[in-house]
């Protein structure tokens, strides 16, 4: 019903940046919420990043003044600038939506396949 298609991971030194992209098509009616999930190896998922419907953001207090999320409600996607990376930011990074696909059906989540960013020199 929903396709995430997730792009722009890879591997980048300490210090430097990347900006993921997650398109969602399908049948959408209307998205309430985009963001960003990642989980490192033996760690649980985690929250890095939220924007809801309009402009609302939140954000892990690990990547607040590093990250930022913004969302291109014309072509249903949504993107993660990520600078001054570290090494601890390396994990796979999952788009997640919060989608309603008809009027009279309430919203359900929707994930991407993920994609690998690691930062190493």
């Known amino acids: 019903q929903v396709q995430l298609v997730e792009s722009g991971g890879g591997l980048v030194q300490p210090g430097g940046s990347l900006r993921l992209s997650c398109a969602a098509s399908?049948?959408?009616?209307?998205?309430?919420?985009m963001g960003w999930y990642r989980q490192a190896p033996g760690k649980e998922r985690e929250l890095v990043a939220r924007?809801?419907?309009?402009?609302?953001?939140n954000y892990a207090d690990s990547v607040k003044g590093r990250f930022t999320i913004s969302r291109d409600n014309a072509k249903n996607t949504v993107y993660l600038q990520m600078n001054s990376l570290k090494p601890e930011d390396t994990a796979v990074y999952y788009c997640?939506?919060?989608?309603?696909?008809?009027?009279?059906?309430?919203?359900?989540?929707?994930w991407g396949q993920g994609t690998q960013v690691t930062v190493s020199s």
């Open positions: 924007i809801i419907s309009g402009s609302s953001t």
């Open positions: 997640n939506v919060f989608v309603r696909v008809q009027s009279f059906r309430p919203p359900s989540y929707y």
């Open positions: 399908g049948s959408i009616f209307s998205i309430n919420a």
